[in-house]
């Protein structure tokens, strides 16, 4: 577990935001403040930086999502680094290299052959020589590893309704939307 997986991660800081001292408002110095007094602060903060309040929603949801899926995950013995290069693999046409999987995933090489290595050794993916260059390796997704692929989809589809239940379908369909447009909008970042 690193420290983003932390519940204490998730809270805000005891000096309170942007560091400020607390006041009988936003309660003792040991803690944040809670119950009205928080949310009056909340309520300060939001409209004094909408986009710093928003980017923390964001993280806060992301780290969710992520410790919902990692649960979800365990039983099935694979991290959430290893599924997603599992489902990369599985998305190419031919066996890719290992470093057009890094270049996908935006990781260096090394992190590839460090999840690589942790899926050859559960019989989810193989390497397999280049036909064409005695020096490229290729990846190749096994039997087992499809096998994986279908029981990690569940397990994604299941951490991803824990995590949407309190919204209706309407509302669902309105963030889809909008995360599109967030994701879509991202400039390519090129290493």
Known sequence: MDASDSPAADAPDAAGPAG???SPETGPATGPATGPARDREHDRDRDRDPDGMLAEQLLRLTRRLHRIQSR???PIGITPAQFRLLRTVASYDAAPRMADLAQR???????VTTLVDALEASGRVRRAPDPDSRRVVRIRITDEGRATLRSLRNARRAA??????????????????????LVDGMPERHC
Not at 105 to 111: E, F, G, I, N
Not at 160 to 181: D, F, K, N
């Open 160 to 181: 991803a309704e824990e995590i949407l239940a309190p919204l209706t379908a309407e509302q669902r369909e309105v963030l889809g939307g909008l995360l599109s447009a």
């Open 20 to 22: 400020r001292s607390p």
């Open 72 to 74: 979800q995950l365990e």
């Open 105 to 111: 995933l935006d990781v260096v090489p090394r992190a």
